[in-house]
């Protein structure tokens, strides 16, 4: 075995990414609203919408599943899980490189090397096969790039600029082991959250975390890839919502509130009237303004 993979297999997996609405929060609000059967009746778990994982990355610490299955609408991100499950060791020496080149520098020379990586990820093409050094070039710019965003411009060029860390944690390698290690049961498909429909059945848990809903244009964050969530995406995907509830899997949706700005606004109230619908308090991690940050109102919804 390399000496790299020679990781302690107990140690949990967890999140590698910064991610504009990663469920780290929010995640023991969710954890309360497991389905009771699951890793009893419930032998699969979906998420079409993976993000950072979160959610997945705890159901696999704590639960034993037949099945999983992961998607997302972004290549670039299901290039890195993928690149991670396949090819760790090499992704890991891709990353060290970078974390040894980048530390040293002073800030001006920092500014030159991220932007000469941030062109060269948006030059490298990306399909269907694993590109590692895309995949390192991705884990890298989360590191380093302001906030930790993930965003897009209409070309769907990764334009976010370089933060003010000090030290990033470009190579963690001992989690990206981990992660490794618990990816290898799942299978991880590129596409929207309705090519999920064929991994689903009444033995099913799907968790569903999509781009939110803005409830102001400074929280507006819905640029995961070239096109943004409208309130036509989030009306069909309360009809998949109704789909996954009429096959008999078990649905739980997170989203945001409305009410955090407008009383009024019926909106998902509306939309899943027939679901049950919670309101959890939950902290804002990433917006521009600073002074956006403190508790709101989210939404958790599900058909149990």
């Known amino acids: 075995m390399s000496k790299i993979l020679e990781a302690d297999i107990n140690m949990l997996a967890k999140p590698f990414l910064k991610w504009a609405g990663g469920k780290g929060q929010l995640i023991d609000q969710i ?13 699969k778990y979906v998420e079409p919408f993976v993000g950072s994982g979160a959610v997945l990355f705890d159901i696999l610490n704590s639960h034993d599943l037949t099945d999983v299955f992961i998607g997302d609408a972004n290549i670039e991100l299901i290039n ?8 760790v060791e090499e992704l890991i020496g891709e990353l060290s490189c970078f974390e040894n080149e980048y530390l040293p ?18 030059d490298l093409s990306l399909g269907e096969e694993i590109n590692i050094e895309k995949a390192a070039l991705f884990i890298y710019l989360n590191k380093t790039c302001f906030n930790g965003l ?35 049961k799942v299978v ?20 569903l975390d999509p781009p939110y809903r803005p409830i102001s244009k400074a929280s507006s964050f819905t640029s995961y890839t070239s096109q943004s969530f409208t309130d036509q995406d989030q009306m069909s995907l309360a009809k998949y919502f109704q ?14 509130d409305p009410k955090n700005s407008d009383k009024e606004d019926e909106f998902f109230d509306d939309l899943y009237k ?8 939950a902290k804002r991690s990433i917006n521009a303004k600073g002074n956006g940050r403190g508790i709101i109102k989210e939404l958790l919804i599900s058909n149990y």
């Open 150 to 184: 993930y965003r897009v411009n209409r070309k769907g060029l990764f334009n976010v600029p370089i933060g003010s860390y000090k030290k990033p944690k470009i190579c963690d390698s001992s989690n990206l082991i981990s992660v490794n290690k618990k990816l290898q």
């Open 105 to 122: 520098l002073n800030e001006l020379k920092r500014k030159d090397y991220y932007y000469e990586k941030r062109k060269t990820f948006n």
């Open 80 to 87: 890195v899980y993928r690149a991670i499950k396949y090819y």
């Open 243 to 256: 789909k996954i509830d009429s096959i008999g899997a078990y649905g739980l949706l997170s989203n945001s």
């Open 188 to 207: 991880i498909y590129h596409g929207d959250y309705i090519e999920s429909l064929n991994y689903i059945d009444k033995n099913t848990f799907v968790y």
């Open 274 to 281: 027939k679901f049950k619908i919670d309101r959890v308090n």
């Open 31 to 43: 954890k309360e609203r497991y389905p009771v059967e699951l890793g009893g009746t419930i032998t």
